[in-house]
């Protein structure tokens, strides 16, 4: 495959991303999907700075290809995880929900690749002027938190194309090489893959988890929490609940204590499917089964190849 502004960015064989995720992606997911020729996060939002090294370490052994870190910075951790980021010269980060301009200096200045997880063209521009060097331009179908504008990544990702001169990396809704086509074709260079590796042999999201994913049909994940904190979730018990609350106008600090502290530990980690938050996107109900990580790339590689011939092949102009 040819490279492209992400894949010779990363030094990766393949422009595909594994989104970083709480509770899923460790250093095993990542280093496996490294290993496959894309490029693997850590997801160090459910981690301690010292759970993350560990991660780090386990990471660098499993690898020698490049992996990232995922580092969401509204989290209390986030200075110390770029610490430890730094201390272990990792060449990657990813940072999301916050402000792209808390972090990305320092890390350029260690010579760390820095992408951007933005949903709107607002956002885009605030993370070119902090100087990131690509964007990760999410629709709102992606699993866990996204925008609440609710744009979806085919509205989303030429938007963004046309607001920045950055590289962009689509997030939200990709299952197979025909999305990733489309959202070539839309302007991204990449692609970021969230649920379908959640759901993955790899991932360490409990089996209970991975088989809701699996079981799930269209219009059992929705977006909820607009008030507080967007998050895209299959609906359960836990969603039924809030919907409830979020219809009687309960404030939102009332929906923080009801949430409390742990729901996603809950669902996706501990496989509590009534009580826990259940992050997915709307993709689940194209996921039908728990593969490998390498399993993944080799099948969006392939469908890839042949979503482009057969467009070639039907091309009505020629
Ligand atoms: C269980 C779960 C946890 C996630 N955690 C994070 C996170 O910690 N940081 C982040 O930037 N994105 C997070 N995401 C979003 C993914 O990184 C990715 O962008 C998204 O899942 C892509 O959309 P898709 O689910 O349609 O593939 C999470 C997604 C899921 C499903």
Same mark, same amino acid.
């Given at each position: 495959?040819?490279? @492209?502004?992400?894949?010779?960015?990363? @030094?990766?064989?393949?422009? +595909?991303?594994?989104?970083?995720?709480?509770?899923?992606?460790?250093?095993?997911?990542?280093?496996?999907?490294?290993?496959?020729?894309?490029?693997?996060?850590?997801?160090?939002?459910?981690? =301690?700075?010292?759970?993350?090294?560990?991660?780090?370490?386990?990471?660098?052994?499993?690898?020698?290809?490049? $992996?990232?870190?995922?580092?969401?910075?509204?989290?209390?951790?986030?200075?110390?995880? +770029?610490?430890?980021?730094?201390?272990?010269?990792?060449?990657?980060?990813?940072?999301?929900?916050?402000?792209?301009?808390?972090?990305?200096?320092?890390?350029?200045?260690?010579?760390?690749?820095?992408?951007?997880?933005?949903?709107?063209?607002? #956002?885009?521009? !605030?993370?070119?002027?902090?100087?990131? %060097?690509?964007?990760?331009?999410?629709?709102?179908?992606?699993?866990?938190?996204? &925008?609440?504008?609710?744009?979806?990544? #085919?509205?989303?990702?030429?938007?963004?194309?046309?607001?920045?001169?950055?590289?962009?990396?689509? *997030? &939200?809704?990709?299952? %197979?090489?025909?999305?990733?086509? *489309?959202?070539?074709?839309?302007?991204?260079? *990449?692609?970021?893959?969230?649920?379908?590796?959640?759901?993955?042999?790899?991932?360490?999201?409990?089996?209970?988890?991975?088989?809701?994913? +699996?079981?799930? !049909?269209?219009?059992?994940?929705?977006?909820?929490?607009?008030?507080?904190?967007?998050?895209?979730?299959?609906?359960? @018990?836990?969603?039924?609940?809030?919907?409830?609350?979020?219809?009687?106008?309960?404030?939102? %600090?009332?929906?923080?204590? $009801?949430?409390?502290?742990?729901?996603?530990?809950? &669902?996706?980690?501990?496989?509590?499917?009534?009580?826990?938050?259940?992050?997915?996107?709307?993709?689940? =109900?194209?996921?039908?089964?728990?593969?490998? *990580? !390498?399993?993944?790339?080799?099948?969006?590689?392939?469908?890839?190849?042949?979503?482009?011939?057969?467009?070639?092949? @039907?091309?009505?102009?020629?």
């Amino acid at each position: 495959m040819a490279h @492209n502004p992400i894949s010779t960015l990363f @030094n990766i064989q393949f422009p +595909i991303i594994q989104g970083g995720m709480v509770w899923c992606s460790g250093w095993k997911l990542a280093s496996a999907v490294s290993n496959a020729g894309g490029l693997g996060l850590i997801g160090s939002g459910s981690m =301690s700075p010292e759970l993350l090294e560990e991660h780090i370490i386990k990471c660098k052994a499993a690898t020698q290809n490049p $992996f990232g870190v995922n580092v969401p910075l509204l989290y209390p951790n986030a200075e110390a995880h +770029i610490e430890m980021i730094l201390k272990h010269r990792v060449p990657v980060v990813f940072t999301s929900a916050g402000n792209p301009s808390l972090f990305t200096k320092k890390l350029k200045e260690n010579r760390c690749i820095v992408a951007h997880v933005i949903a709107n063209t607002k #956002f885009a521009r !605030k993370a070119e002027e902090a100087g990131v %060097d690509a964007l990760v331009a999410e629709g709102f179908e992606a699993g866990g938190h996204n &925008g609440k504008e609710e744009t979806t990544s #085919f509205c989303l990702i030429p938007q963004i194309a046309a607001a920045t001169n950055l590289p962009i990396i689509a *997030a &939200g809704g990709i299952y %197979d090489g025909r999305s990733w086509l *489309a959202a070539e074709a839309l302007g991204a260079s *990449a692609i970021q893959v969230g649920t379908r590796f959640a759901a993955s042999t790899e991932s360490s999201a409990h089996i209970k988890y991975k088989q809701t994913i +699996i079981s799930a !049909k269209e219009g059992d994940t929705q977006l909820t929490l607009k008030q507080l904190t967007p998050v895209r979730m299959f609906k359960n @018990n836990l969603y039924e609940k809030l919907e409830d609350l979020i219809s009687k106008g309960t404030h939102s %600090d009332e929906l923080k204590s $009801f949430m409390g502290k742990g729901r996603s530990k809950k &669902g996706v980690f501990e496989g509590d499917l009534m009580e826990g938050e259940l992050e997915m996107g709307a993709i689940s =109900s194209q996921i039908t089964k728990t593969e490998s *990580a !390498k399993e993944i790339i080799t099948n969006l590689v392939e469908t890839y190849q042949m979503a482009r011939k057969s467009l070639i092949n @039907n091309d009505f102009l020629s």
